[in-house]
T-cell receptor
Framework: GESVGLHLPTLSVQEGDNSIINCAYS??????FIWYKQESGKGPQFIID?????DKRQGQRVTVLLNKTVKHLSLQIAATQPGDSAVYFC????????????FGQGTELSVKP | GAGVSQSPSNKVTEKGKDVELRCDPI?????LYWYRQSLGQGLEFLIY????????KSGLPSDRFSAERTGGSVSTLTIQRTQQEDSAVYLC????????????FGDGTRLSIL
């Protein structure tokens, strides 16, 4: 079935380094992608989104890259801070398929001081 | 408040009991969604509302699960005759529209079935 998956379940980085979290998606018809951050005991927090008519979008300290050719999505976090430690999920949807988001399994990011 | 509000934050109940979970979306958001997150798992879609209508109920796992939304605002998710496998965090999200708009989540209701 359709799925969104992550290559690495855990990622450990040094404070100040850049982090890259990857995601593969299987539905080539998906046209909207979102990255979420989830801290323990909290709901997913919206980080950044991108539509399929773009291949890059930047936010504050974060960049999302979309490669539709290989169906790959990545989240880059610049100058990673201890407060960035959390589980990160990618999610996909199709505009004409209602509101359903399909989530990946998640990557746990651990930032070492 | 400014965000999605869910209540209760925690619920412990005995197997076989019915439970109701409540979601208050962000004011003005017309679309509302329910998801379930089991321990160590990703988020699983349950149901989606546009206004008071539910065009997509495809994720509801059984007929013990139902949801309604009234006044285009508050939604309740009801689980009848709860089973231990229903134990999970139930998350609600809302968005200003159904299309290319991010869904904003509440902090969920942690449901434990004894």
């Amino acid at each position: 079935g359709e799925s969104v998956g992550l290559h690495l379940p855990t990622l450990s980085v040094q404070e100040g380094d850049n982090s890259i979290i990857n995601c593969a998606y299987s539905n080539s018809a998906s046209d909207y992608f979102i990255w979420y951050k989830q801290e323990s005991g909290k709901g997913p927090q919206f980080i950044i989104d991108i539509r399929s008519n773009m291949d890059k979008r930047q936010g504050q300290r974060v960049t999302v890259l979309l490669n539709k050719t290989v169906k790959h999505l990545s989240l880059q976090i610049a100058a990673t801070q201890p407060g960035d430690s959390a589980v990160y999920f990618c999610a996909e949807k199709q505009y004409n398929q209602g509101g359903k988001l399909i989530f990946g399994q998640g990557t746990e990011l651990s930032v070492k001081p | 408040g400014a965000g999605v509000s869910q209540s209760p934050s925690n619920k412990v109940t005995e197997k076989g009991k019915d439970v109701e979970l409540r979601c208050d979306p962000i004011s003005g958001h017309t679309a509302l969604y329910w998801y379930r997150q089991s321990l160590g798992q990703g988020l699983e879609f349950l149901i989606y509302f546009q206004g008071n209508s539910a065009p997509d109920k495809s994720g509801l796992p059984s007929d013990r699960f139902s949801a309604e939304r009234t006044g285009g605002s508050v939604s309740t998710l009801t689980i009848q005759r709860t089973q231990q496998e229903d134990s999970a965090v139930y998350l609600c999200a809302s968005s200003s529209a159904q299309g290319y708009q991010p869904q904003h989540f509440g902090d969920g209701t942690r449901l434990s079935i004894l």
